[in-house]
DNA sequence: TTGTAAGCGTTATCAT
DNA sequence: ATGATAACGCTTACAA
């Protein structure tokens, strides 16, 4: 449907390197000449195609993305800053949307890849040393955001160890005898790359390890609720507060005591991870870990692009900083 | 980087084409020289260059979407369902992200075009003569989802202005005396496409007619939750309900009386549009009306494939059906 | 000022 | 069973 140069060219009755010329202002092409393609590139509405242009080149300009579904929306958020930050290069953004499986993951970044893409961020839910293979089997610039694969592969990530760790702190702070890890992701944890979760986890437990008095205790099952009900009825007369890996865990547990009558932080302390948006229409305000979308978000592209553009590079573990939004909810 | 067909011939001392018919199982080849052939394919982890492919076959079989900021999360919900509907007939979909800019929206959708996308879907926040022409120039299968652009290009929506007319009607049924409709993006009006929101607008204004001793007005400001507090004050005595054109809207007046003291539905009524998935962990639980999200996704990619498909296609408008979802809000 | 020719990687047709 | 050739649309180097 779309006029080629070589259709240009003929209507024109020139060759079609003539019609390059005009049409890229390139060498020099006769006045007369020069407006008779111009006129018919308009009236044809001629675009260059891509593909073409590519193949050609070697070179796509475009990156991909894979995202997953809104349930992890904080990752949602960072899309717009990723296309701008890309166009700013002069990349073009491919996203891709990934129905958490894990097949589905990597069927689309092989697809991404054979589309030639020049490089690819993605926030994996796969992990092992068998789709570690299949990442660097690509030969494809990669980086990972939030979960890591391997030392091989760079990752730009917020510190998670240290921010749960500081979480820690701020519960006991607070003067909360117990506190209680909620963790659902643990329960898919040989299957899927949950390494943000581990890391948490991991500073969760170091930091407890500080505080002999405290209490603590960690939930891993996606049915998370009837475990909480039980940490509270059990133990009333300690202060408890529960840091939830992940806002949206902390969401349910927050209308789960407001069903049942008991409010924050009379009742219990509750903490998030990620700080998502929809928080703002939520009250009381919870308390939460602001995880650095934006930064994280421009340093992947970059670090991509840094990638793409060198020779010889060496993969990075790369650590922003994150915020403690101590609000309504400890 | 990769390795291509013309390489491994090279290697293996054959040409191309048995190459080739080795790869693709197609024709005869001597089985000893198929084995070295797929040996060297699987060694280099041969791909075939989707480039090169659909640039030969003039076909990418891909699709492009065009889609918002999470702001109107609605519409990246369906980013799921259209991804897996288009896998089913072979597409892949590339989506990408406009930040709520009218240029950048145009750029984007050119951006697919140049790239030989088969089909965009888009739900436009362009509008106008000059918009429907850019669409046509591309020559291109697009189908629009929700926001009309023109009758020449086919939309799938559901019917928004009879749903409001339902809307109003459920209102009044409950002993509202007086009804506010709260549509910010009618400031935006003039410039950006807000089909939806005045199909909405005409569904109030065509139902609130019926009904000769119901109040009733129409809040466009962007800045509304000031005009909000007026009508409240100024009409104690007459019960009063908010119908607010998108549930983030609506989400807004609710936290702006809880924080005031006032309580839904004792003080006022509310009611929202679009049942977007955040509303789960909003209490009290949201009257409002659910658009068909799966619906619509999957509608617009096979009306979307149909135009591919056909020599001949005619635009078409499509209207799905919605639910009402009368909850505790009103 | 203009044109020819080769190439990007794949595929399809026709020949050997 | 295998190969040569042309084509997709664009670009670049090298003539004329």
Redesign the interface.
């Known amino acids: 449907?779309?006029i080629t140069v070589n259709q240009i060219a003929e209507k024109c009755g020139v060759s079609r390197t003539t019609v390059l010329r005009a049409l890229n202002d390139r060498g020099s092409v006769g006045k007369e000449t020069r407006e008779r393609i111009l006129a018919v590139a308009k009236e044809y509405?001629y675009?260059?195609?891509?593909?073409?242009r590519?193949?050609n080149h070697g070179r796509?300009m475009?990156l991909g993305v894979v995202t997953i579904?809104?349930e992890n929306?904080y990752f949602?958020?960072s899309?717009?800053i990723i296309?701008?930050e890309a166009d700013k290069r002069g990349y073009?953004?491919?996203?891709?949307?990934c129905?958490e499986s894990l097949d589905w993951e990597k069927k689309l970044i092989?697809?991404l890849?054979?589309?030639?893409m020049e490089g690819i961020l993605i926030s994996p839910i796969n992990k092992g040393k068998e789709f570690e293979e299949f990442l660097l089997?690509l030969?494809?610039p990669i980086v990972c955001i939030g979960n890591q694969v391997s030392d091989a592969i760079t990752t730009v990530q917020v510190n998670e160890m240290t921010a749960a760790m500081e979480s820690v702190d701020l519960i006991v702070s607070k003067g909360y005898e117990r506190v209680v890890f909620i963790c659902p992701p643990l329960a898919v944890k040989e299957k899927e790359n949950i390494y943000v979760h581990e890391q948490r986890l991991l500073g969760f437990r170091t930091s407890v390890a500080k505080y002999p008095e405290l209490e603590s205790a960690v939930i891993g099952n996606t049915d998370y609720l009837p475990d909480v009900k039980c940490v509270i009825k059990e133990g009333r007369e300690k202060r408890t507060a529960f840091l939830c890996s992940g806002d949206?865990y902390a969401?349910?547990v927050?209308?789960w005591g407001?069903?049942n009558g008991m409010s924050i932080p009379k009742d219990y302390g509750l903490m998030g991870f990620d700080n998502i948006?929809?928080l703002e229409?939520?009250?009381p305000k919870l308390t939460t870990v602001s995880t650095n979308l934006e930064g994280v978000a421009v340093t992947a592209v970059s670090e991509l692009l840094a990638q793409i553009d060198s020779e010889e590079y060496s993969p990075k573990a790369i650590y922003l900083n994150y915020k403690i939004l101590d609000r309504e909810t400890l």
Chains 1, 2 share one sequence.
């Open positions: 449907m779309a509405n675009r260059p195609n891509l593909l073409a590519s193949l796509t475009s579904n809104i929306m949602v958020q899309l717009n296309n701008k073009f953004t491919n996203i891709v949307v129905d092989q697809g890849a054979d589309r030639q089997s030969h494809i949206s969401l349910n927050m209308r407001q069903q948006n929809i229409f939520i009250s």
